[in-house]
């Protein structure tokens, strides 16, 4: 069983920088296609950033067009820790954040593909 725990959200002003991250449990957490996801209120839960493996030591990253340039995914494998560094980060991007994980390393923004989920971190953008 894999749990996620996020951290590191809070109050940021526009322009500013927060970093969030989710340690996970996973013994071959390295393999893992690893997301971050985040709701808004009232709003359907979407794609940020993943991480994914693509065998050896190479990982390919993508990003939803809303934060692409402003936010980046890491990992740490020797940590069994993601990353979400959120820069100039705008007042819409205020959600709870969460960090999900696929035991598989396929690519996907759909929620639906990722079977492990932390319980997600508050990150409020004041303008």
């Known amino acids: 069983q894999v749990q996620l725990v996020e951290s590191g959200g809070g109050l940021v002003q526009a322009g500013g920088s927060l970093r969030l991250s989710c340690a996970t449990s996973g013994r071959t957490f390295s393999s893992y296609t690893m997301g971050w996801f985040r709701q808004a209120p009232g709003k359907e839960r979407e794609f940020v950033a993943a991480n994914v493996w693509s065998g050896g030591i190479t990982y390919f990253t993508y990003y939803s067009d809303s934060v692409k340039g402003r936010f980046t995914i890491s990992r740490d494998n020797a940590k069994n820790t993601v990353y979400l560094q959120m820069n100039s980060p705008k007042p819409e991007d205020t959600a709870v954040y969460y960090c999900?994980?696929?035991?598989?390393?396929?690519?996907?923004?759909?929620?639906?593909?990722?079977?492990?989920w932390g319980q997600g971190t508050q990150v409020t953008v004041s303008s």
């Open positions: 999900a994980a696929s035991s598989g390393s396929n690519y996907s923004r759909l929620s639906a593909s990722y079977g492990y």
